[in-house]
T-cell receptor, first 114, second 115 residues
């Protein structure tokens, strides 16, 4: 069974500081990995995805993530956080089936201090 | 044009009532989902349809019945609503059925409040 752990429930960073959100996964085969962002009152939006190839993937809004198979991790990073990045962030691991079932982590709430 | 739309956005109803939520996607995807997000923001998959066929049916009370009239629409009907059904319900779609890509595109959510 696939599972995702986001160890940090809540992270606070100052505007302009760097950010790293942690994600660890469990999956029996090569995983599909995703990061989604949810702004207050909104649906989830895909930030980036990893399917294969280059282990450093670039996403929207200046985010990137690195897949580390040896550590079963897919951490999300951003070099300089903006106030508008305050949101809920979800890591997900997906299955390569018709259902494309994704299992989501419990989320990390990001607060940005001025 | 909104890629994945849901109606209504808010739904307030009393216990015991029956209600429906509608979802439509114009992305041409074969696969659609219903998720429930509780007050702690935990996201749990309920159902998945691929080209109108039920693929995933998680442990959901049978008061919840999804219906997919065509691959662009996935509706959720809930009978005999209970207080614990209060949550935000998200519809999503994915090109997963094509075997080429598996990310999901979410609707804006329907906030259901049962009083």
């Amino acid at each position: 069974a696939q599972s995702v752990t986001q160890p940090d429930i809540h992270i606070t960073v100052s505007e302009g500081a760097s950010l790293e959100l942690r994600c660890n996964y469990s999956y029996g085969a090569t995983p599909y990995l995703f990061w989604y962002v949810q702004s207050p009152g909104q649906g989830l939006q895909l930030l980036l995805k990893y399917f294969s190839g280059d282990t450093l993937v670039q996403g929207i809004k200046g985010f990137e993530a690195e897949f580390k198979r040896s550590q079963s991790s897919f951490n999300l990073r951003k070099p300089s956080v903006h106030w508008s990045d305050a949101a809920e962030y979800f890591c997900a691991v997906g299955a390569r089936t018709n259902a494309g079932k994704s299992t989501f982590g419990d989320g990390t709430t990001l607060t940005v201090k001025p | 044009d909104t890629a994945v739309s849901q109606t209504p956005k808010y739904l307030v109803t009393q216990m015991g009532n029956d209600k429906s939520i509608k979802c439509e996607q114009n992305l041409g995807h074969d696969t659609m989902y219903w998720y429930k997000q509780d007050s702690k923001k935990f996201l749990k998959i309920m159902f998945s349809y691929n080209n109108k066929e039920l693929i995933i049916n998680e442990t959901v009370p049978n008061r919840f019945s999804p219906k997919s009239p065509d691959k662009a629409h996935l509706n959720l009907h809930i009978n005999s609503l209970e207080l614990g059904d209060s949550a935000v319900y998200f519809c999503a779609s994915s090109p997963a059925g094509t075997g080429t890509s598996y990310e999901q595109y979410f609707g804006p959510g329907t906030r259901l409040t049962v009083t």
